[in-house]
């Protein structure tokens, strides 16, 4: 999903392209989950005739200045993406449209022409994301419960490690709540950690000095690093984490095995053979890696468990929470009429029917895996009782049998 080099390379691809341009035609999708509190009516007549005066960035949010409010402010969510027709914006690792795909997109939600005849369009595949027409959207939320830009406000040494000694969390989960740092997603929680040689479920409050120190010359460096090349994977140094995360079995990066394990609520790539968890945590919180990233509608997979968004509601868990968690069946309960056979999922596959499928019900991949177990749990629930029959019909089976004529057996003489 789009994080903080991503949003940052849209923001300049707008301040270089956009400003002083008044807007001379809008479309703003007919689309009430991504275009939030505002009609696509209202929102367009808002905006004609505006100038577009400066962009800005807080964390995963964009927002526009023009010369009188309200103004567009974008939340990128899972997909989110800025356009600009005829200027080479970054593509992030899985973009929604392609080059030669119809313009503007089918799947914009926010399109405006611009006086010189410059295009810009935000579009977005998934409908995670979430288009605003805000007064001042530094005032309200998401932007105003977002903690310092991991690049523009960043931590000194001293602040980031006197932060940690006082956090009784993962570190991963840590660096994943955007009111903790804003900007710091899935891929680059990863990375830092790996530079860093940390594990995701190391205790924040356990990690030395130079530990902190390490940690904090990584994020600087990684995010700095990944903005100058505008936020082009392929141009991200050859021995990043990056490069390996992404396929769906585990890999290996200079020889050395890359796992998958779930921390702070989302799938985390490391290498356990260099980032080793220590201290008392390493036997409360190890829990057995996943040798395979979980698969999601569309071909997303990894990352991205990034249904759940890196938003202001990403809540730190502690140790225990973020390791593994099995489903335990739940005791009692009718089983009659849950004795299917769970669904089979489908296959995976770039359909405009599977988007819909995906997006209209809100987050069904996080949930349809839960209900895959739960289904295979009544599946043997139902399974027990129909044996606890047949046992049952064994055992009457041992009982004196009665005579041919119906009578009962006379008792011999004594």
Request: charged content about 35%.
């Amino acid at each position: 999903m789009p994080e903080l080099p991503e949003v940052e390379a849209a923001r300049r691809a707008i301040e270089e392209n956009c400003l002083g341009k008044k807007i001379k035609r809008a479309i703003i999708a007919n689309d009430s989950k991504v275009i939030e509190g505002v009609s696509s009516v209202d929102f367009e007549s808002a905006l004609l005739g505006k100038t577009i005066v400066s962009a800005h960035r807080k964390g995963k949010n964009l927002w526009l200045h023009l010369d009188s409010p309200p103004f567009p402010s974008f939340q990128f969510g899972m997909a989110g993406a800025i356009y600009i027709k005829g200027v080479a914006v970054t593509k992030y690792k899985r973009s929604a449209v392609k080059d030669n795909d119809e313009w503007p997109s089918k799947y914009s939600k926010f399109f405006v022409e611009l006086d010189d005849g410059l295009e810009l369009s935000f579009t977005d595949k998934r409908r995670f994301a979430r288009v605003r027409l805000l007064k001042d959207p530094t005032s309200v939320p998401p932007i105003s419960e977002l903690g310092p830009d991991a690049l523009f406000e960043p931590m000194t040494i001293n602040e980031f490690t006197d932060s940690l000694s006082k956090k009784k969390i993962g570190i991963k989960a840590l660096l994943l709540d955007q009111s903790y740092i804003s900007g710091i997603g899935n891929w680059i929680a990863d990375e830092v950690l790996y530079q860093a040689r940390i594990h995701p479920l190391q205790i924040c409050s356990s990690l030395s000095k130079e530990n902190c120190a390490t940690l904090h010359n990584c994020i600087k460096e990684v995010i700095q690093y990944a903005v100058e090349v505008d936020a082009d994977c392929k141009r991200f140094p050859c021995d990043w984490l990056f490069h390996f995360r992404w396929g769906k079995k585990s890999g290996k990066i200079k020889g050395k095995k890359i796992d998958f394990i779930n921390a702070g609520g989302r799938t985390s790539a490391y290498v356990p053979e260099l980032q080793k968890l220590s201290g008392t945590v390493a036997t409360k919180a190890a829990g057995k890696p996943r040798k395979q990233a979980s698969k999601k509608k569309g071909g997303d997979e990894a990352e991205d468990n990034d249904d759940d968004e890196d938003g202001v509601g990403d809540e730190p868990t502690n140790e225990e929470e973020e390791s593994t968690k099995i489903t335990k069946p739940k005791k009692g309960g009718n089983p009659r009429g849950r004795g299917r056979k769970p669904p089979m999922k489908r296959k995976a596959k770039e359909s405009d029917d599977d988007d819909d499928d995906d997006d209209s019900g809100g987050n069904n991949d996080g949930s349809s895996e839960e209900d895959d177990e739960d289904l295979t749990e009544k599946d043997r629930k139902v399974k027990t009782n129909t044996s606890n029959k047949q046992v049952k019909t064994v055992k009457t089976s041992k009982r004196p049998v009665s005579s041919q004529d119906g009578k009962k057996p006379k008792r011999a003489s004594s």
